[in-house]
């Protein structure tokens, strides 16, 4: 670890840290009126003039807080409100300690003790921000207590660690700067049984700023870095509702993107609190409802299909499925557009009866979906008038055969594949799967990762040696990534290896 704290030093350094008390590291801000550049907050609008409350984080260098792998780390966030009038007493010391009250964080002599005045707003605020806090860790194997864990319930318990997230209070009791809102400590590694502090009494009444404060405060213990993204607690830019830890890849950076403090330029809040507490409960899917056409009715060939989808966490993405068959994949509205509704075009099909299905899904994959029957025309009499490959059954719908291609089959078309996938090489049509490569283990036994542009292709070793991508009457790497990232949009192996990029376009080759 020596080389990564080497590492966390210098840009501590580079960020302007200020060594505070030896091996911890405090960024200190000061407030900003900070008028928004475009771009920089995809929700809030470039004229707005937000005040920015600042959540620094005491980077941790050194050994001396008990630091630990992820599979002790404590699965309890108490969140503290200091209730009474003698409020929390927090003892300054190297040495950092929940169950003690001990920490490093005050800005104070070592041994002193400083208070914490008690949470300040209504009960309304308080549980709404509970409330929030376990939404926004739902997904993860960790509990919110607003008491103290084990204690009240054993009270000769005094040894159920926990992370401890004081809500209550301002910066200025810990002698810091009442610009702070919240501060914590922070780790590549998940740091157990720390205190970190969300300044209430300064940063309320918002129970949408609080929780946001206290997530983000609480998520440095367990290894995240700031987010140079609005949608993320992680982040120090305001708006954008409610904040989820997001499952995409976000740029680190406060006001500007920088080096992650752990290495990268990007990281996934998600699967970093996954690494770090495990897996918790799926969050609901998305609220769906299809607008448009109504069940049971007559369509032309110019029928728009319309739907509305909301979601807390945003909806990540939209699918259209015809006769069990998926046709078109859509992304989520950004925040800002939210409410709008989704369009897709009718693909062209024969007349036939349609069973329509849109599905909805958010950044974690939690998914609904909805189904209706239209006829089109008039429903199919025979396989003659459908398309090439579907056959016309019983109820008048042309439906293509469930497929069969395995990885490798020779094949004429995608639907011939259980991927769905059958690309060209050379003059080989073959079933396949998308592959990053120069990554190992992307591919079975027996196939290689030939690479496609940007993408690659999982492809049979001993009939590779006889093709090259281009060659021939084959298709151009150019075209095969076309294919590929057109196709890999309905795959979801392919999105999962290169999770968390998102799909930004629709297979038609609009870019939205
Ligand atoms: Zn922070």
Redesign the pocket.
Known sequence: MSGDRAACYHRARLMGFRRIVPGLFLLVFPVLELSLLAGAAQAERASRVKRVR????IWLPGPETARTGAADVSRIIYVNGCWGAEGCTIRHSTANDALQNLSSIPNVAQGQDVKVSEFAHSQEVWNETIRCLREVYWPYDVEIWDSFPGRDADPADTATSHHEAILAGSAGELGLSDNIG???L?SCDPVDNVISFSFANTTGPDWIELCWTVA??SA?SFGLD?AFQCLDP?T?LPGCGQKFFRNELADCGEFSTRPCNCGGMKQNSHNRLLAALGPGQSPAPPDLDIVAPRPDNVIGNDTQIEAVASDPRLVDRLELYINGWLYKTQQGHAFENRSDPYQFELPALPDSVLDIEVRAYNDLDSMSSQTLRVTKGAPCSSSATCLDGQECDGQGRCIYPAPTGKLGDVCERPMDCISHLCPQLGNEQRCSEICIPGLEGQCPADFECLEAGSAGTCWPIETAGCCSAGAGQGPTPGQILLFLLCAGMLLRPWRRRRSPGRPGKECEGKRR
């Open positions: 600042e959540r620094p984080v919240g501060i914590a922070a983000q405060e440095h700031h992680m120090y």
